[in-house]
């Protein structure tokens, strides 16, 4: 029903900038909210920042004031602007969706590999 593709990730070095893309296609309205997660090895999948439809944001505390969601409802498309880039900023990133109504993510992208080198 919803297909979630990533886009953008890579190997960069610390300090470094990084914006991912996650096109979403199929059942997908624009009044749901969007949220980038990420899982880094060994630890438990995290939220890194969610965006509502109408531009409300949340940031996890680790990434306050370096990333940046944004979102295109027209092309229902969310980004991610990662800035000044840690080595512990290291991890697969997916993007959900949280359908109207729901309390969870229900839809999920297959992730994309972000490395953060020295």
């Known amino acids: 029903q919803v297909q979630l593709v990533e886009s953008g990730g890579g190997l960069v070095q610390a300090g470094d900038s990084l914006r991912l893309s996650c096109a979403a296609s199929?059942?997908?309205?624009?009044?749901?909210?969007m949220g980038w997660f990420r899982q880094a090895p060994g630890k438990q999948r995290e939220l890194v920042a969610s965006?509502?439809?109408?531009?409300?944001?949340n940031y996890a505390d680790t990434v306050k004031g370096r990333f940046t969601i944004f979102r295109d409802n027209a092309k229902i498309t969310m980004y991610l602007q990662m800035n000044s880039l840690k080595l512990e900023d290291t991890a697969v990133y997916y993007c959900?969706?949280?359908?109207?109504?729901?309390?969870?993510?229900?839809?999920w992208g297959q992730g994309t590999q972000v490395t953060v080198s020295s």
């Open positions: 199929g059942r997908v309205f624009s009044t749901y909210t």
């Open positions: 965006i509502t439809s109408g531009g409300r944001t």
């Open positions: 959900a969706v949280r359908p109207s109504g729901s309390i969870s993510y229900n839809y």
